[in-house]
DNA sequence: ATCGCTGCAAAACATTTGCAGTTTG
DNA sequence: CAAACTGCAAATGTTTTGCAGCGAT
């Protein structure tokens, strides 16, 4: 919790060694899982697995279940990307804002959805 | 292309044997990995090479630099999630939204900043 | 003849897991 | 003592790479 920005594992690790130095990165991500598990800690991004390509270009979000990984495409008409572009530091040229929704879809809430993975 | 959702390298693979039966899932990767980098495909989700844990729970967006994978926090007061609520599908219960504005940073746009990787 | 694309196999990573030993309460 | 946690090493899964061959220009 101490690190600054979004620490990787690796970085968690050297941090750790510090004060434990016999710990293992296995039990770094070990803890990280818990962590995530237990919503004490998010993931920058979510990780799907494997990676996943997008071949539609029209404006869209995304609404992605955190639980099975699915991907449904939102159409993102009527949304303002501009609103965006205030507070930006000096020099990052957008490409492009990419929104996801995340939450528990339809098919997971219902049943006893076990954890995909 | 013709792949419906958010196809994975498997999926594309799978699919493609369909048609040319000898193609290797290397093949596959390569050609993902040169439409990726020409700006034919996109990726759902940035790939950073590693997790990155997010211990920052306060409401933020993302500025992600695609060249060098850097993630800056955003504040994000004066940003409503409400307006997303609208056209969502029933039963999906949202957790959160994360607003990635992905781009060039200012470090990456001066000099010949080398592709990270 | 050259350049780019391919398959294959191996390498390189990132992440998880089994297991046996420790620690904690 | 039971439950939770750890290190290590091995397994897993994903993605990249080296290389030799093949095809098109």
Same mark, same amino acid.
């Given at each position: 919790m101490s /690190? %600054? *920005?979004? %620490? +990787? %594992?690796? #970085?968690?690790?050297e941090r750790a060694r510090k004060k434990i130095p016999a710990i293992s990165l296995a039990t770094v991500y070990k803890n990280i899982r818990t962590f /995530?598990? +237990? *919503?004490m800690l998010q993931?920058? +991004? /979510?990780h799907h697995g494997s990676l996943r390509v997008e071949p539609n270009h029209e404006p869209h979000h995304h609404l992605v279940c955190v639980n099975?990984? +699915?991907?449904? #495409? /939102?159409d993102a008409s009527?949304? #303002?990307p501009l609103q965006f572009r205030r507070g930006l530091p000096r020099g990052f040229r957008v490409k492009r804002i990419a929104v996801d929704i995340l939450g528990i879809c339809q098919r997971c809430s219902s049943a006893g959805a076990p954890k995909h993975r």
């Amino acid at each position: 919790m101490s /690190l %600054p *920005g979004h %620490p +990787s %594992p690796e #970085d968690i690790y050297e941090r750790a060694r510090k004060k434990i130095p016999a710990i293992s990165l296995a039990t770094v991500y070990k803890n990280i899982r818990t962590f /995530l598990d +237990s *919503g004490m800690l998010q993931e920058v +991004s /979510l990780h799907h697995g494997s990676l996943r390509v997008e071949p539609n270009h029209e404006p869209h979000h995304h609404l992605v279940c955190v639980n099975c990984k +699915s991907i449904t #495409d /939102l159409d993102a008409s009527g949304f #303002d990307p501009l609103q965006f572009r205030r507070g930006l530091p000096r020099g990052f040229r957008v490409k492009r804002i990419a929104v996801d929704i995340l939450g528990i879809c339809q098919r997971c809430s219902s049943a006893g959805a076990p954890k995909h993975r």
